[in-house]
Structure formats: C-alpha cells, structure tokens
C-alpha cells in the first residue's frame, strides 16, 4: 500500500537546519516564507534531488552513463518520495514578446 505522507526526517541542507517534515502525498503543497527560509532549498535541493537520484538508480547502467550524476541529499531520512523527472523549458525564438511569465 502506497503511503500517506512523505516523511523528511533531519533535513540539513544549506541553510535547513535538521528539520522534521510531513507532507501530504497526490496533493498540491505550496512552500510559503520568508526569502532565505530554506523553501527552495527544501524542494529542489532536497525532494527533488533525492527523487532524480532514485529514478536513475532505476536506470541500467548504460543509460545512468548518459545523465549527470546527483548528490544524495543530507538527511537522516526520506520516506514516501517517487522517482522525480523536471522537464527544462527553453525557448527557440529570440523574440522577448514570445517568454512566459511565471
């Protein structure tokens, strides 16, 4: 049975100091605060990085060969996390009216 909750336990990335998190799973969660509070950090650096390094642990070995390699992140835990996959947006056209906001 897939669990509920997607557990960090002893998060201590860059400016994350041994933090305990619970997050729902098959929900929308928004990390809100202020700048410098460790919000990308906790979702880049750490959810993020540790769920690609288990999707490409998945891989076989020729694959792995053609991909960077990501440093695990440090934590006591991480229980709950799916294989990550980000999709990069670029654009083609030099045109500035042709950009998305975000």
């Given at each position: ?8 336990r ?12 619970d ?5 929308m ?47 006591d835990?991480l ?24």
């Amino acid at each position: 049975m897939e669990p509920k909750m997607l557990r960090i336990r002893g998060a201590r990335m860059h400016n994350l100091k041994n933090i305990d998190v619970d997050l729902p799973r098959n929900a929308m969660v928004v990390f809100t605060g202020l700048s410098g509070s460790g919000k990308s950090t906790l979702a880049f650096d750490t959810l993020y990085a540790e769920g690609q390094r288990r999707y490409v642990e998945s891989l076989s070995t020729y694959a792995r060969q053609f991909l960077g390699q990501m440093n695990k992140p440090d934590v006591d835990s991480l229980e709950g996390l799916s294989p990550a996959v980000s999709i990069e947006q670029k654009t083609t056209s030099k045109n500035p009216r042709s950009t998305v906001g975000t």
